[in-house]
Structures are given as C-alpha cells and as structure tokens.
Nanobody, 114 residues
Framework: VQLQASGGGLVQAGGSLRLSCAASGDTGSIRAIGWYRQFPGKQRAAVAVISSSGNTVYADSVKGRFTISRDNAKNMVYLQMNSLKPEDTAVYSC?????????WGQGTQVTVSS
C-alpha cells in the first residue's frame, strides 16, 4: 500500500483546512487509516482514525473541530480541520493499518498563525 498526503498549508487561527490521503496498491487489505501529527522534537501522535467499517476515534484535543471521513470508491481519506489553533501547527501524516503491515504517507505541514 502506498499513501499520498496533501492539503497542508498556512492558515490563520480560526480557519479551516482539509487534508487528503490517497491510498493505492492493496487497499482491500486496509483495516483502518489514521491521521497523525508530529510536533517538533516530539513523537507522532494519533489525531483521528477511521476503520474500514466507518468507526471513528479522535484525540481529545481535536474533538468537535476535526472530522475524518473516507471515500472507499476513490480510496481517499480526508481530515477536515476547522477552528484551527496555533497549537495545531505540526507535520501531519496518514497511516494505513492492515493485518500484516502498516504504511505511512509522507508528511504535510500545517501551520496556523495567530
């Protein structure tokens, strides 16, 4: 499985961005796809995860502001980020989990200015 993330950029506080993660390859083996973010000097942490059945899990810090969704026909997963805060500034990456492997896409920078 290969993942391609896009949609990052610079936005003012209170603004919105939508990240996209395009999956290719053996997408039928994917059980869940998640968005993670990494702050400078910190490890990546989960932001939101969506399972193949559509169940979602969010980090407490983004609940009510971020929404993860998937379009199975297009092999796409999206992260709609609203009410962005400067503390959301990070490198965001998507991750796919299958029974026997995990795959990462490249990161995309999200910068929220105050």
């Amino acid at each position: 499985v290969q993942l391609q993330a896009s949609g990052g950029g610079l936005v003012q506080a209170g603004g919105s961005l939508r990240l996209s993660c395009a999956a290719s390859g053996d997408t039928g083996s994917i059980r869940a796809i998640g968005w993670y973010r990494q702050f400078p000097g910190k490890q990546r942490a989960a932001v939101a995860v969506i399972s193949s059945s559509g169940n979602t899990v969010y980090a407490d810090s983004v609940k009510g502001r971020f929404t993860i969704s998937r379009d199975n026909a297009k092999n796409m997963v999206y992260l709609q980020m609203n009410s962005l805060k400067p503390e959301d500034t990070a490198v965001y990456s998507c991750n796919a989990q299958a029974n026997t492997f995990a795959a990462w896409g490249q990161g995309t920078q999200v910068t929220v200015s105050s």
